[in-house]
């Protein structure tokens, strides 16, 4: 036997002599416990080696298998003469009747089919084996050439009918399954059609009677048409003139929003003047005994926006009628603490209508 090179690493074969270190040292104790003279082994690391190559010599075992058919096995004969005289030579013949009936039932054990059909297919496994066999050997007599039919043939015939026997018993069951759910689908419409058909004879009298108020129902219908017609007409004017209320609420609207844009910078100018006055202005302009038309109309527009009352007074003119006179209430707006914030704050988007 040779040695591979370099086929354990320093670490490994150190693990290796030890393990085999412990063993001598094993060994050699039970051989002194029984004679009185005390053995001492060589424990050096080329013996030890040596012995554990001799320990795997005689313990291992390599079990190789070669096909007598065709060229290769003579050429592997002829290159590796070991083959033969290093080997045991085990060639198996071919398996009895009995064989083949015993591995045949064994394979056969877990496939559920009839015992009287198993034993036929066993009977038939057997009968291609040995006609294959037969003809193999008229093959050699007739044309020189032997083949060679072997148990392994044998399993895998076996094995091919195993797989053919439980695919086709699965298509059978699937096939099953199918043919009873259709079954039952088929006895469930039945029943259902059956539930229909008495539910229809007991709407039968119901049916009639709708048919008859349906045709009923069909003259007064016949009799409202004009009526409706009518209506249509009557709703068809109003339509219109809505439409036309509703071109004029447009026009209306867009005339608004039109004045609306014209106000918007006099609105915004008047914001951020709003936005200057102080509080000393406030009092300057509560102290006026006589202020100037402008501030009195603004002051105006402020208590009518705040919807305060003016005061009755005789007209100065000396036509005897009482006028409004609004600088009396706007001298009290223009005391309250808050006046200015009111002003900023004030919801100019609704703004009351004046009554």
């Known amino acids: 036997m040779g040695e591979v090179p370099n086929l354990y690493s320093s670490e490994e074969k150190a693990e290796l002599m030890d393990m085999v270190q412990r063993a001598v040292e094993a060994t050699s104790a039970s051989t002194a416990a029984g004679s009185a003279a005390k ?9 030890l080696y040596s012995l554990f190559v001799k320990r795997c010599r005689a313990n291992l075992h390599v079990v190789i298998a070669f096909s007598p058919i065709g060229d290769a096995f003579r050429n592997r004969l002829r290159q590796f003469p070991a083959l033969i005289n290093c080997c045991t030579i ?52 007739n044309l020189g050439r032997r083949t060679y039919v072997t ?46 058909q008495k539910k229809l004879e007991q709407l039968q009298p119901q049916l009639v009677e709708a048919s008859k108020e ?17 209506q249509r007409v ?27 844009a014209e106000a918007q910078p006099a609105l915004e100018a008047a914001l951020a003047a709003l936005d200057t006055l102080k509080p000393s202005d406030i009092t300057i302009v509560k102290s006026m005994q006589n202020p100037p038309p402008g501030v009195k109309l603004v002051m105006e527009g402020v208590c009518v926006m705040r919807d305060i009352k003016p005061d009755k007074v005789n007209d100065p003119s000396g036509s005897g009628k009482k006028i409004n006179d ?9 005391g309250e603490m808050n006046f200015l914030v009111s002003l900023k704050e004030y919801d100019k988007d609704n703004i009351p209508p004046l009554t």
Request: proline share 4%; charged share 30%.
């Open 39 to 47: 053995p001492i082994p060589d424990l050096s690391p080329l013996a």
């Open 326 to 334: 609004y600088w009396g209430p706007s001298k009290k707006l223009l």
């Open 234 to 260: 009557k709703v068809k004017a109003e339509e219109e003139l809505v439409n036309h209320k509703a071109d004029a609420s447009k026009a209306l609207s867009e005339e608004c929003r039109a004045d609306l």
């Open 151 to 196: 148990p392994t043939s044998y399993l895998e015939l076996i094995g091919s009918f195993q797989r053919l026997i439980t695919k086709k018993q699965d298509e059978i069951l699937r096939a099953k399954m199918r043919y009873v759910n259709g079954l039952d689908k088929l006895e469930f419409a039945s029943t259902q059609v059956a539930d229909m």
């Open 214 to 230: 349906n045709e009923i129902l069909l003259n007064v219908i016949a009799t409202e048409s004009v009526s409706v017609e009518e």
């Open 90 to 141: 085990d060639w198996f013949q071919s398996w009895p009747e009995d064989a083949l009936e015993r591995v045949g039932r064994k394979s056969l054990a877990q496939i559920e089919m009839p015992d009287q059909t198993r034993e036929d297919t066993v009977n038939i496994f057997k009968y291609f084996h040995t006609s294959i066999s037969a003809l193999s050997d008229k093959f050699l007599t």
